[in-house]
């Protein structure tokens, strides 16, 4: 459920605001008073400042290339927070070659390069401070202060280490020429990873090396005419870097002067003796099947082609070329026949407008991961919305790619189709880059986890909604809205969300129900928890109240007597709630910033998403005195959590680090498993099977990850939204509720599209 926003940290003021995810205003603004001037003696300052702990270790290790050196953290035993950290202005330093950003992340301004070191001055402790150095080791001098003007100094050794080069890699080992090629034609690029260095030589060797040039950039170029009774050529191409450091691959150029055909590969890796499917598309959006190819077997060289029949289509048809029941030479993508093949259980399909594929970048249609995915992302088109089919697909394709491919000054399906996944990755928007491989292991595998594809269904406004949570028979949607209130909304028709009834409140920022669905428990962040009777909907009525500090989040125990508050800087706040006019509170613990909070299955803990201080377990047996189990420090800012459903897992939505998850198997002794970063988790619930979780990502949206496996969650999609603050799941899984702040509640379509093959 939903929670705090972020509290600025970098600049003081004599108010602090709640400047997180929020869109516009900063609403939950609160005063804590103007600074009072210290008078105390320097003895009695420098006895203060001895009170604010600096955490950071003063040594860092940090890889050449990195630019988040660390994470600062102090903390102060005389609660005069927030802290804020500061260059000094001292002269022997490297502190201009770093800073500081919102959320206290020292990080280097400029890349940095281990051959070619940047720091100015000595870090280690001599009377040659003041030498100019260069060796790799940054001297940064902070000045860090807390709310009350007490100030220490503290200087931090940064010493970036050596990645090891990567030999250069030759990657495109076959290329195409067609008919009589003249002298000084460009025949293709044997596209090299360069590794970290430039690349010193390229050359040529074999029996007909002397009819070619290639140049230091990997541009193969005839030396004279090629004779057309030659059918292929083979030649070894040898790139070396300056450390001596070298690659040698085979190179076979194939020349084609009579096939009019468009030559299709299926490059999943290398899909050899796989059966193609070739597809017409119908109007009405439906298929006719018109060829069966097998793709050819072989090696490398040889192994993964068939016959397109280009020159038997129609130019304004569309087509899908479906690649089924092969087994993968090249599952790992490196460009090297595997030991052994793996069979493919999945599907890998294309779709193709017949004129695209008649003017193929080098005659070549290429049916890969992409395009499989590429075809999923359009699948509601083709039933839908056949007529503007080559809009979706162009559009869809800019969500993928971030470079034009082959080169014809557009980003489109067309890119997609010429896509060659040992040497276009770097094309892919980063969280195609991440999911990538994931995708190939789905194909490989039969699963259809890459078929998630959320959409949206519909929508209604609200001003800053910010928690959400739906009745048990699925028909209405409650909403905390951080300026309107409770709204209570009918969702029978997703697609259009009807507002029922509201009641007013001063910063709703969560909501839950009573299990008979009669009472919706609301945090209210000005004045602490409303009961209020949502008996009849247009018309909610509030029955009881109780006050507390500054209410995010809510909980509710198992028997309906007790909820439980995470109240930001008073941290657990557990109220009596037998009698709902008269709400009591039972007991409290102090935490750092409570933000969200759920319940262990059993009813005896806590865990609490406690801000920069992680996640906080806490024992609630005894509901008036609950103490403290454990707690794990996360990344950033732990914002919301829940957990598995046999409460040996949570799930924390980490804001700037992602999600985290880790084992409470043991509560007293709680460690991380695995994560995976987002752009700025607020909060995350799970499917029903506990194979996903949802994350609201605040600007990016609503994350779906996979996480079977613990240590390693993955991408599986993603739906941009406004500002998602909070997320919860209808009962049958198949859509997601979205407190999306001024973009109102989101209703998503989050059920997995088919993978299986047409037929």
């Given amino acids: 459920m939903k929670k ?86 001292y002269y022997y330093s490297d502190n201009s070659r770093f800073t500081i950003d919102r959320y206290n992340k020292l990080r280097f301004k400029d890349t940095t390069d281990f051959e070619n070191p940047a720091d100015d001055y000595k870090s280690s402790n001599s009377s040659n401070d003041n030498e100019k150095q260069y060796d790799n080791t940054y001297k940064v001098v902070l000045s860090i202060k807390d709310a009350q003007g007490h100030t220490i100094e503290k200087t931090l050794h940064i010493k970036v280490t050596n990645v090891p080069d990567v030999k250069p890699t030759i990657t495109n080992t076959k290329l195409t020429i067609s008919g009589t090629v003249l002298a000084n034609s460009v025949v293709g690029n044997v596209i090299v990873n360069k590794g970290d260095s430039e690349i010193t030589q390229m050359t040529l060797s074999g029996a007909d090396a002397n009819l070619f040039t290639i140049d230091k950039d990997g541009v193969i170029k005839t030396a004279t005419t090629i004779p057309v009774d030659k059918k292929s050529i083979s030649l070894k191409v040898k790139a070396t870097s300056p450390a001596g450091v070298s690659d040698e691959k085979d190179v076979t150029i194939y020349v084609n002067d009579t096939d009019p055909s468009v030559r299709g590969v299926a490059q999943l890796g290398l899909e050899r003796n796989a059966t193609v499917k ?54 790992n993508n490196d460009g090297v026949e595997d030991e052994n093949a793996t069979k493919t259980k999945g599907a890998m399909r294309a779709i193709v407008l017949g004129e695209w594929l008649k003017k193929m970048d080098n005659d070549v249609l290429k049916i890969t991961a992409l395009s499989e995915m590429l075809y999923i992302k359009s699948i509601d088109d083709i039933k839908n919305n056949f007529f503007d089919l080559k809009s979706t697909l162009n559009s869809q ?160 125990s198992l028997d309906g007597t007790k909820a439980y508050v995470a109240d930001d800087y008073s941290g657990l706040k557990i109220i009596d709630i037998t009698t709902p006019k008269t709400p009591k509170l039972l007991g409290s613990i102090k935490t750092y910033k409570a933000q969200d909070i759920t319940i262990s299955s059993d009813g005896t803990k806590a865990y609490v998403a406690d801000y920069s201080r992680g996640l906080k377990i806490i024992d609630i047996t005894i509901p008036e005195s609950p103490t403290l189990l454990d707690f794990i420090d996360t990344d950033d800012e732990a914002q919301g959590i829940t957990l598995s459903s046999d409460s040996t897992k949570a799930y924390v939505a980490d804001y700037d680090a992602g999600l985290k998850i880790i084992d409470i198997t043991t509560p007293e002794s709680s460690t991380l498993l695995g994560s995976i970063d987002t752009d700025y988790a607020q909060d995350v619930t799970l499917s029903s099977d506990g194979t996903k979780a949802y994350v609201a990502d605040c600007y990016s949206g609503l994350k779906i990850i996979d996480i079977t496996t613990p240590e390693s969650p993955a991408l599986l999609g993603s739906i941009n939204t406004k500002y998602a603050q909070d997320v919860t799941l209808s009962s049958d899984g198949t859509k997601a509720y979205v407190a999306d702040n001024d973009g109102g509640l989101k209703i998503i379509d989050i059920g997995t599209d088919s993978v299986a093959p047409l037929e």
């Fill in 4 to 89: 705090s926003t972020k509290v600025a940290l970098s600049i003081v003021v004599s108010t602090v605001l709640f400047t997180g995810c929020v869109g516009g205003d900063s609403s939950g603004d609160r005063s804590y008073g103007d600074e009072i001037p210290d008078k105390s003696s320097k003895a009695e300052k420098n006895s203060k400042a001895k009170q604010i702990s600096f955490l950071t270790p003063l040594d860092i290790e940090v890889p050449e290339g990195e630019e988040v050196v660390t994470q600062l953290i102090a903390e102060s035993s005389i609660d005069a927070e927030p802290i804020t950290f500061s260059f000094t202005n």
């Fill in 397 to 556: 394709a800019q969500t993928i790619l971030a470079l034009d491919i082959n080169n014809d000054g557009n980003i489109n399906a067309k890119d997609i189709l010429s896509f060659d996944p040992l040497i276009d990755k770097d094309a892919l928007k980063e969280e195609w880059k991440e999911k990538f491989d994931k995708i190939v292991d789905d194909i490989h595998n039969g699963k259809d986890g890459y078929g998630v594809n959320p959409k949206l269904i519909g929508s209604i406004e609200s001003k800053y909604a910010y928690g959400v949570t739906l009745s048990s028979d699925g028909t209405k949607a409650y909403v905390a809205d951080l300026k309107e209130g409770l709204k209570i909304i009918d969702i029978t028709t997703p697609k259009t969300p009807k507002l029922l009834g509201t009641i007013n409140l001063n910063e709703a920022k969560d909501v839950t129900l009573s299990s008979d669905g009669t009472k919706a428990y609301v945090v209210d962040y000005a004045s602490g928890l409303k009961i209020i009777d949502i008996t009849t909907p247009k018309t909610p009525k509030l029955l009881g109240s109780i006050n507390t500090d500054y209410a995010q989040s809510v909980a509710i």
């Fill in 278 to 331: 070739i597809f017409k598309i119908n109007n009405d959006g439906t298929y006719t099947k018109l060829f069966t190819e097998t793709t050819s077997g072989g090696g490398i060289e040889s192994a993964g082609r068939f016959d397109t029949h280009s020159d038997e289509l129609e130019d304004k048809a569309y087509y899908i070329y479906q690649v089924t029941d092969g087994e993968d030479i090249d599952a």
